[in-house]
C-alpha cells in the first residue's frame, strides 16, 4: 500500500506552537480532502480534522489543518499538555482503491 | 450521543478465524455506512474495508480479499467484521467506525468514499498459538 509520510516526533513547550507535516501523492493527498486524527495515549483516533481544515464540533480552534498540492499540515498553538497524543493524516487514494495513512507523529509537550 | 459499542478481546490459534461486532446507537444506523481500521503494534491505522449500510454494498482493501468479510444486522443496528485463516500478523487492535459519505465529481462520472468520524473504542485480537 502507498502511505503518507510523517515526521515521528514534535516536541514543544507548553504555550509553543507545533507543526506536523503530511507528504503524499497524486492519487491520495493531491486528489482528495485530507483528514487528521488524535490518539491519546492507549485509546481510539479521534477525528481532529475534515476535509482539510474542517473542525468536527468541540474540537478547540488551537488545531488547524491546511492543504497545498500533494502535502498537508496540522498546526497546534497554545501547546497544552492534554495536547500529548499521536496525530495522523488519512485520504483516500482513488489508485489503489484504499484509505492511505501517515505513520502518526508523536507530539511531546515539554 | 452518537456511540460505537465493540466486542471484547479475543485469542486465536493460526488458521482460525475471528469475529468481532459493533453495536451503533444514537444515530440512524443505515444513514452512514461503517468502516473498519486495524492497527497493529507499533504500527500504522491500516484500512480494512467498509460496508454501505443501507444496501449490503462492501469493498474491502485488496490486503484482504478472500479473508475479510464485513456484514451488518439492520434490526440490531450492528455491524460484524470476520477475518479468517489468521496469521500472527494479524495481531493487532480492531476498531469500527462511522462512515460519512464523500461524493468526487469527475468529468462525466463521480466515484464516492467514505471518512469516519466516530470510532469504537477497538477490540484486541491476538493470534497465538
Known amino acids: 500500500q502507498s502511505v503518507l509520510t510523517q515526521p515521528p516526533s514534535a516536541p514543544g513547550t507548553p504555550g509553543q506552537s507545533v507543526t506536523i507535516s503530511c507528504s503524499g501523492s497524486s492519487s491520495n493527498i493531491g486528489s482528495h480532502d485530507v483528514y487528521w486524527f488524535q490518539q491519546l495515549p492507549g485509546t481510539a483516533p479521534k477525528l481532529l480534522i475534515y476535509k482539510n481544515h474542517q473542525r468536527p464540533s468541540g474540537v478547540p480552534d488551537r488545531f488547524s489543518g491546511s492543504k497545498s498540492g500533494t502535502s498537508a499540515s496540522l498546526a497546534i498553538s497554545a501547546l497544552r499538555s492534554e495536547d500529548e497524543a499521536d496525530y495522523s493524516c488519512a485520504a483516500w487514494d482513488v489508485s489503489l482503491s484504499v484509505w492511505v495513512f501517515g505513520g502518526g507523529t508523536k507530539v511531546t509537550v515539554l | 450521543q452518537v456511540q460505537l459499542l465493540q466486542s471484547g478481546a479475543e485469542v486465536r490459534k493460526p488458521g482460525a478465524s475471528v469475529k468481532v461486532s459493533c453495536k451503533t446507537s444514537g444515530y440512524t444506523f443505515t444513514d452512514y455506512a461503517i468502516q473498519w481500521v486495524r492497527q497493529a503494534p507499533g504500527q500504522r491505522l491500516e484500512w480494512m474495508g467498509w460496508?454501505?449500510?443501507?444496501?449490503?454494498?462492501?469493498r474491502y482493501s485488496r490486503d484482504f480479499q478472500g479473508r475479510l468479510t464485513i456484514m451488518t444486522d439492520t434490526s440490531a443496528s450492528t455491524a460484524y467484521m470476520e477475518l479468517s485463516s489468521l496469521r500472527s500478523e494479524d495481531t493487532a487492535m480492531y476498531y469500527c467506525?462511522?462512515?460519512?459519505?464523500?461524493?468526487?465529481?469527475?468529468?462525466?462520472?463521480?466515484?464516492?468514499?467514505?471518512?469516519?468520524?466516530?470510532w469504537g473504542k477497538g477490540t484486541t485480537v491476538t493470534i497465538s498459538s
Open positions: 467506525a462511522r462512515g460519512v459519505e464523500e461524493i468526487v465529481l469527475m468529468v462525466d462520472s463521480y466515484y464516492y468514499y467514505y471518512y469516519m468520524d466516530v
Open positions: 460496508i454501505t449500510t443501507a444496501t449490503g454494498d462492501t
